[in-house]
């Protein structure tokens, strides 16, 4: 149990004194903690406050899952271009309604674990929102040229701040929701008739295949030639026949 206490003498009647509870609050994402306090005289308990739905005595831990997708694609899939963008779906549970909030993203490497870098700046991207209600959602937009990409995948990591402290965050590399692949070109090729695959802007086969082209089209001419003379001929021998 996480407990506390504090020995101390009034001054006047009526006043304050500060309690300070020190745990491990690892894994408190999205749970609440209420503080049941109880006031000892001479060893006899002469009062206490225990009301588990007080907001006063609430402590909130938040907790945000993420979605980025591409912003012209609508999936996880990317497209290459000189303004790409990638929007953030942040989901949050267990924030104070009323209080605000900044939401600050940065766009990882996966292959390298590393901020990604463009132009010498990295990705970054914040939203700053007053929630409604405990549970809901904010769109974070990243804005950048994603030309060069090719084959990589990047992974969106999100901090949430209140009152200029870090909060929760959510920056799991291996998470398939906050992550978007940029496809490697397709190259087709065309295999020649011994096997090989010309590259692109090589003609110097091109010839051979003109010129065999142009070969077979003579001989096909040729043929037709010859056989229309015997067919003429025929046609003479069988008019003199008669």
């Known amino acids: 149990k996480v407990t506390a206490e ?23 994402e999205g749970k609440t903690t209420v503080v049941f306090e109880r006031l000892v005289f001479d060893g006899v308990n002469v009062t206490l406050h ?10 909130h831990y938040p907790d945000v899952h993420t979605s980025a997708k591409d912003g012209a694609t609508g999936t996880h899939m990317g497209k ?3 303004t790409a963008t990638i929007i953030d779906t942040v989901a949050y549970t267990n924030l104070v309604p009323g209080k605000e909030y900044t939401v600050k993203g940065i766009l990882m490497n996966k292959e390298t674990g590393k901020a990604l870098v ?13 929630p409604d209600k405990a549970d809901g959602t904010v769109d974070v937009k990243f804005a950048f040229d994603s030309r060069g990409l090719e084959g990589k995948t990047l992974v969106v990591f999100e901090d949430l ?3 200029d402290i870090k909060v929760t ?10 992550t978007v692949s940029y496809p490697k070109p397709v190259i087709h090729k065309t295999v020649t008739d011994n096997g090989s695959y010309p590259q692109t802007g090589d003609n110097s086969k091109m010839w051979i295949f003109i010129l065999i082209a142009l070969a077979a089209g003579g001989t096909l001419i040729m043929a037709l030639k010859k056989k229309s003379a015997e067919e003429i001929a025929e046609e003479m021998e069988e008019k003199d026949k008669e």
């Open 50 to 59: 225990a009301d588990i739905d007080d907001e006063g005595q609430s402590v």
């Open 161 to 163: 701040y209140h009152n």
């Open 118 to 130: 463009i132009d010498g700046k990295e990705v970054t991207a914040e939203k700053t929102f007053t």
């Open 6 to 28: 504090q020995t101390f003498t009034a001054e006047s009647a009526s006043g304050s004194v500060d309690m300070t509870f020190t745990f491990d609050a690892t894994g408190m």
């Open 80 to 82: 290459l271009e000189k």
């Open 169 to 178: 965050a959510h920056a799991d590399i291996k998470d398939n929701a906050q």
